[in-house]
């Protein structure tokens, strides 16, 4: 592979836009101190961080403002990163992939334009957080559920653009986003789908349209600054049931996927629903010192030894069914009866119906408990995760485990993954715990990440999201007919964006002239 080459952002021309920003947006919203560029850097970065410092930060409070920003930054060649609440941790944060890179901070335009309990959607600004969501449909009284992620700190629509995704039957929360309003680079003002008609009603109802499906080209790319967008919600189910189980050991995922999948393919279990390792009830409750001081990877004993303190097994089983109360109780009886084929174990029941206390209902309350994890390793503690997408087949499940647990116990590092489960895939969110401050440590993980990349290559399975550092690395990998996919993208963003300066890097691609060469 070519060396890479790129562009840092000429201090002379940063010098000539900040009077121009500051006129667009006002003098308090041009953040150029020491202090403020370093609040965009990532609290949970791989290392210090300080190689993603950016130039500057810029914090529009309206469409109009994002547009006179993109003019001059377009103008100018300031590269810019748009953000919408910047909680994109394990990926990057706040932080842009290339520094220098002037921050575009979405956090002000926080307005929620439409909350309809009857056609169940949203239409949001960028920086509208899960929890004002939350609040909006709970002072309204709606009977509108969200799906907040594990961390509901960020945004509604930073999460979606991301392709986030929570244990709900909305789940896939990028699928569930339903017409944008988009910024291009040069300050032209976009809507997709049928909002492309000035005035049309089902903006935010209908996706397809007429002509190519813009929506989701601007989810996880750089072709644009989504300013607004409608995002489907999930009326208040009838009731919900909710099956835990505890399965033993790390080989029981291979029919633990077999029993689950036929079950989901089908859509009895509508949920995106995820099958998570051990170590959460240990990372939720106190410190790997406190297991493991030795060398590598924590034995299989001390293991056991969580497992029984914490009462969890090496997978533990969570489905959540959503409707009539009867269509739940009949389908609860038939995923109890696919497990018994393999296990003696029954599932231990909660249920739900309309009208009681929300308490075990899974209606989607933020939380940000999931933060607690960050401790795990000590120190400032920090994480990514390593997250390929494969098909939904038990073997091949268990062998990618296999293979992963093999990998990360060579480089000293514990597995744990977490098994998202798709109609047809499953993304395998594998998180790993560091702390940033251990300098042979982060060596060390970079190293396994590379070596991580490259053996889900071998087996044909690409990362779903990865954190700002390995953004070129993933991308690398999809590469049939040499790499194809992303001379299109190129080709788009060399249409788009020609002067390059929405979000460089990001997801690998770069603007031509400063792009990895193949
Ligand atoms: P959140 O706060 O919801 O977790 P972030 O604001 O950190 O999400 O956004 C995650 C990433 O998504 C950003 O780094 C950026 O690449 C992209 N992104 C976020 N908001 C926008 C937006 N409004 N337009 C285009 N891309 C965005």
Known sequence: ??????????????????????????????????????????????????????????????????????????????????????????????????????????????????LDEKLAYCVVEPGVGFYDLWDAIQREKMKLWLSPPGNSWGSVLGNALEHGNANTPYGDHAFNLCGLEVVLANGDRVRTGMGAMDGAPSFHLYKHAFGPNWDQLFTQSNFGVVTRAGMWLMPEPEGTLTLNMEVPKPEDIEWVVDTIGPLRTSGVLRQVNSVRGW??????????????????????????????????????????????????????????????????QKFQITRWRQGEPYAGSGRGEPGTTSMQTLNWAGGRGSHVAFSPNLPLNGKLAREQMERTRARMTEFGFDYYGSMFMWERSITVVGSIYFDRDDEEGVVRLKAMFAALIKDARQHGYGEYRTHIDFMDEVAATFDFNNHALMRMNQALKATLDPNGIIAPGKQGIWPRGSERAR
Do not use: C
Request: hydrophobic share 45%; glycine share 8%.
């Open 279 to 344: 170590m959460r009830a240990a990372t939720l409750n106190g410190q790997r010192s406190e297991w493991w001081t030795g060398k590598g990877a924590m034995p299989d004993s001390v293991i056991a030894a969580i497992m029984k303190k914490y009462n969890v097994g090496w997978w533990n089983v969570n489905l959540r069914l959503y409707g009539l109360p009867e269509v739940n109780e009949a389908h609860a009886k038939l995923i109890q009866e696919r497990f018994s084929a393999h296990t003696d």
């Open 1 to 114: 592979m070519a060396v890479q080459t790129r562009r840092s952002t000429p201090r002379r021309a940063l010098d000539a836009a900040l009077p121009r920003f500051i006129a667009a947006v006002g003098k308090d919203w041009v953040l150029v101190s020491e202090a403020d560029r370093e609040g965009y850097l990532d609290p949970y970065a791989v290392g210090d961080g300080r190689n993603h410092l950016p130039g500057a930060a810029v914090a529009p409070a309206s469409v109009e403002e994002v547009q006179a920003v993109l003019r001059i930054a377009n103008e100018l060649k300031i590269p810019v990163w748009p953000i919408s609440r910047g909680k994109n941790f394990g990926y990057g944060s706040a932080s842009p992939v290339k520094a220098g890179t002037v921050m575009l901070d979405l956090t002000r335009m926080n307005r929620i334009l439409e």
